[in-house]
């Protein structure tokens, strides 16, 4: 269990210590739709952080072959994140929108999707980590209820609840999660955003602190962290870890399309931006040509709008075009290597250590 240097405060650090099992305050963002993996789940946690799998998009049996993979490669605790479902869009809505980048499908040469809505098969995976010793179970884009929580507490797991606010941050706590992953502004991905339908602009350092003074319960700050001294702040500011992701994301051992990491390394997006023009919702990628193009436009709905522009991000990434794809990154992105996830996770511990002089 880690030790984190807090600001005089006993209780949270023993609150800390049994609600995120590493030995470091360093968490592995949940990076669904390729870029986690078993073998980076593994290698943070086998290098002293806490590491998750993303089980949004992949199959319940997918899922089940992803737990079991991680548990080849380590017999440390490990966790899962799940998607809460959202409700279902106006279908005129998704139409119109539809409609205004029909253009895109002729360029890149694939139909658009299907859109449609889908619960990411929530009960099957709920099931599932419920049955598979998975120590910590975070949800995005929503709180699950209270019945959800003591389900998953009764077989023995954590439970984190992405948030984006205060208020968030009080409804969760009220549903008995354990941690908060509190989101900053500054995070690459979706936006766990579910109380609130505007972007989220918080800093993260602030958003921590706002949080911090209204619940007890621990807090993992989430938000473009690429160094250890930003990890300190984040810790300074009243979090007991944060997450990573972007850090993670080029890694040997990360699922990263080589498209997507020509894009994160090269940079030729000097940029981030918040756009629903992907899927519907509110997320922080490198700001190419179709994510300018189309954020003013997109509307509210998702996962319709993820499943309409699915193919066309997926022929543009096969054919290596990285105007048309989602390229998720949160700012500080430039600092990104390709070292492997155990040298990312000991140079933050090492620059950790060198700015506050305590760890574990």
């Known amino acids: 269990m880690h030790r984190v240097p807090t600001v005089d405060a006993p209780e949270e650090e023993c609150m800390a210590a049994r609600t995120l099992p590493s030995r470091l305050p360093i968490v592995q963002a949940p990076m669904a739709g390729g870029p986690s993996t078993p073998d980076l789940t593994a290698a943070v946690t086998r290098a002293g952080g806490f590491g998750f799998l993303a089980a949004g998009y992949l199959s319940p049996d997918q899922l089940l072959s992803a737990v079991a993979d991680t548990r080849e490669h380590t017999p440390l605790p490990f966790g899962v994140n799940i998607f809460c479902p959202t409700p279902p869009a106006d279908p005129a809505v998704v139409a119109a929108y539809a409609e205004l980048i029909r253009p895109e499908s002729d360029r890149v040469g694939v139909p ?150 020509r894009a994160i390394l090269e940079r030729p997006y000097r940029d981030t931006m918040l756009t629903r023009a992907f899927s519907g919702r509110w997320a922080r990628g490198l700001a190419n040509e179709f994510a300018v193009r189309y954020s003013g436009e997109a509307p509210e709905a998702y996962p319709e709008i993820h499943h309409l522009t699915r193919p066309l991000r997926t022929a543009a990434t096969r054919a290596g075009d990285a105007s048309t794809p989602n390229l998720w990154a949160g700012d500080g992105g430039r600092a990104a290597t390709e070292d492997p996830a155990e040298v990312v996770v000991r140079r933050v511990a090492a620059e950790l250590e060198a700015a506050t002089g305590t760890i574990a």
Not at 150 to 167: F, M, N, Q, R, W
Not at 199 to 208: D, E, F, G, I, S
Request: glycine fraction near 12%; charge should be negative; aromatic fraction near 4%.
């Open 112 to 261: 658009l999707g299907v859109p449609h809505w889908d619960d990411d098969a929530f009960g099957d995976k709920l099931a599932i980590v419920a049955t598979r010793e998975v120590s910590t179970v975070s949800f995005t884009f929503g709180c699950p209820g209270t019945s959800t929580v003591e389900d998953l507490h009764a077989a023995g797991c954590t439970v984190a609840v992405t948030i984006t606010s205060p208020d968030e941050a009080r409804v969760a706590a009220d549903a008995g999660a354990d941690l908060l992953i509190v989101q900053g502004t500054e995070a690459g991905g979706h936006q766990g955003s579910f109380l609130d339908h505007a972007p989220n602009q918080r800093p993260l350092t602030a958003l921590v602190e706002d949080v911090r003074s209204s619940t007890a319960v621990p807090l993992v700050g989430s938000g473009g962290i690429m160094t250890g001294a930003r990890l300190a702040e984040v810790l300074a500011a009243g979090a007991v870890a944060a997450q990573l992701g972007t850090a993670f994301l080029c890694c040997p051992e990360a699922g990263t399309s080589p498209t997507y990491r």
